[in-house]
């Protein structure tokens, strides 16, 4: 009975992750707020303020950039030069993007992505959850900034 209830559960999960696409790749593109970080140990690291976005630009070739970005107050954003090369990789059923920069290489596995939601999985088990960025609004009177 242990192991009807052990594959059930085992079949549960699997069928519940996202089986992602070539086509979701271009969801990617644009600006992305980190939300929390989930922990192996299950714990979550909330972020309620970030002073940097990520920015993806992925070209149709699966190949493109990640860098940080500095929102403003008026909805613009402070840039530099510094960025991290990235090329999607398919591989047994999952989606790896490999980060190349002159110091460093690493890569992170694509857990989930929609319009509005991005989870990255680390070497470490670490989960990073983003939500699709939106400009700031600090007068709080309902209008929009652009």
């Not at 992602?20 to 980190?34: A, F």
């Not at 059923?93 to 490999?98: I, L």
């Amino acid at each position: 009975m242990n192991l009807v209830r052990f594959l059930f559960v085992s079949f549960l999960f699997v069928s519940c992750q996202q089986k992602i696409s070539p086509s979701d790749i271009s969801k990617i593109n644009g600006y992305w707020e980190i939300e929390k970080v989930v922990f192996d140990q299950g714990k979550d690291k909330d972020y309620t303020i970030n002073e940097s976005y990520d920015y993806f630009q992925i070209a149709k070739n699966n190949t493109g950039i990640r860098k940080k970005v500095m929102p403003q107050l008026d909805g613009t954003f402070i840039v530099n030069d510094t960025y991290e090369n990235v090329k999607i990789r398919f591989e047994k059923g999952k989606v790896f993007f490999d980060y190349v920069t002159p110091y460093a290489k690493w890569s992170e596995e694509l857990i989930a992505v929609s319009k509005e939601k991005l989870v990255f999985k680390n070497a470490e088990n670490k989960e990073y959850h983003y939500k699709k960025a939106t400009p700031i609004n600090i007068l709080g009177n309902g209008k929009k900034t652009k």
